[in-house]
Nanobody
Framework: QVQLVESGGGLVQAGGSLRLSCAAS????????MGWFRQAPGKQRAFVAS????????YYTNSVKGRFTISRDNVKNTVYLQMNSLKPEDTAVYYC??????????????????WGQGTQVTVSS
């Protein structure tokens, strides 16, 4: 079992920044590819970014490229999502997820084995 706990969400104005953190415990963190997903009201959970076990490569959905950065610290057992130039359409609950058999190119929610509880990000216009 892997336990994931997200933090760092909140309310921010358009153009602002937030950094999400996801702390992992329970298994060897570096054995897992990690991903961030988001779910807006009335929509399905959608892929945002992913990162390999070592930290490279990374992958992003087109709508966040150049604005979001995913990174990880395998000593601190934490994955991060730095979000800059936030837009109202980024408003969603953000989830981190761990995939034991995945890679940086693992995009589907069903390919992830463990999930955090989510953290709300609200971007006001």
């Amino acid at each position: 079992q892997v336990q994931l706990v997200e933090s760092g969400g909140g309310l921010v104005q358009a153009g602002g920044s937030l950094r999400l953190s996801c702390a992992a415990s329970g298994r060897i963190f570096s054995n897992y590819a990690m991903g961030w997903f988001r779910q807006a009201p009335g929509k399905q959970r959608a892929f945002v970014a992913s990162i390999s076990r070592s930290g490279q490569p990374t992958y992003y959905t087109n709508s966040v490229k150049g604005r979001f950065t995913i990174s990880r610290d395998n000593v601190k057992n934490t994955v991060y999502l730095q979000m800059n130039s936030l837009k109202p359409e980024d408003t969603a609950v953000y989830y981190c997820a761990a995939s034991e058999g995945g890679s940086a190119y693992t995009f589907g929610p069903h390919d992830y084995d463990y999930w955090g509880q989510g953290t709300q990000v609200t971007v006001s216009s």
